[in-house]
C-alpha cells in the first residue's frame, strides 16, 4: 500500500476486529501491486468504506476485487470516483513552405 493511502486503523473507536480487518486489507493489496495512491479506506464494524479517485473503470473493479477477496469484510461502501485523465497539450509547429512564407 502506498504511502499516500490511508488506513485507519488507529481511531481510538476502531475495535479489535477493525484493525485486525485494516490489517488484512493492507496485506491484500500489498499482493496485489495495484496504485492505491490517493485512495482511502475506512475500517469501522466489519465494513469497509474506500474513498478516492481513479483514472479508468478497470482500476476501479480490481481495487474493489482485492476488497471482495478479503473474506472477513462484511460490507464494502464505494466511494470511488472516475476521473478521466486529461489530455496534455501538445504543441504545433509549422514549418514555412519557403523562405518567402517566413
Given at each position: 500500500?502506498?504511502?499516500?493511502?490511508k488506513?485507519?486503523?488507529?481511531?481510538?473507536?476502531?475495535?479489535?476486529?477493525?484493525?485486525?480487518?485494516?490489517?488484512q486489507?493492507?496485506?491484500?493489496?500489498?499482493?496485489?501491486?495495484?496504485?492505491?495512491?490517493?485512495?482511502?479506506?475506512?475500517?469501522?464494524?466489519?465494513?469497509?468504506?474506500?474513498h478516492?479517485?481513479v483514472?479508468?473503470?478497470h482500476?476501479?473493479?480490481?481495487i474493489?476485487q482485492?476488497?471482495?477477496?478479503?473474506r472477513?469484510?462484511?460490507?464494502?461502501?464505494?466511494?470511488?470516483?472516475?476521473?478521466?485523465?486529461?489530455r496534455?497539450?501538445?504543441?504545433?509547429?509549422?514549418?514555412?513552405?519557403?523562405?518567402?512564407?517566413?
Amino acid at each position: 500500500m502506498s504511502q499516500t493511502t490511508k488506513l485507519r486503523r488507529k481511531d481510538k473507536r476502531a475495535t479489535a476486529r477493525d484493525r485486525s480487518l485494516a490489517r488484512q486489507v493492507s496485506r491484500a493489496f500489498a499482493r496485489s501491486r495495484l496504485d492505491t495512491v490517493g485512495l482511502q479506506f475506512v475500517v469501522r464494524d466489519g465494513t469497509v468504506n474506500v474513498h478516492g479517485a481513479v483514472g479508468f473503470a478497470h482500476e476501479r473493479r480490481d481495487i474493489l476485487q482485492v476488497l471482495k477477496s478479503v473474506r472477513q469484510i462484511d460490507h464494502v461502501i464505494d466511494h470511488i470516483r472516475i476521473v478521466i485523465p486529461q489530455r496534455q497539450a501538445v504543441p504545433t509547429f509549422s514549418v514555412p513552405d519557403s523562405p518567402a512564407d517566413a
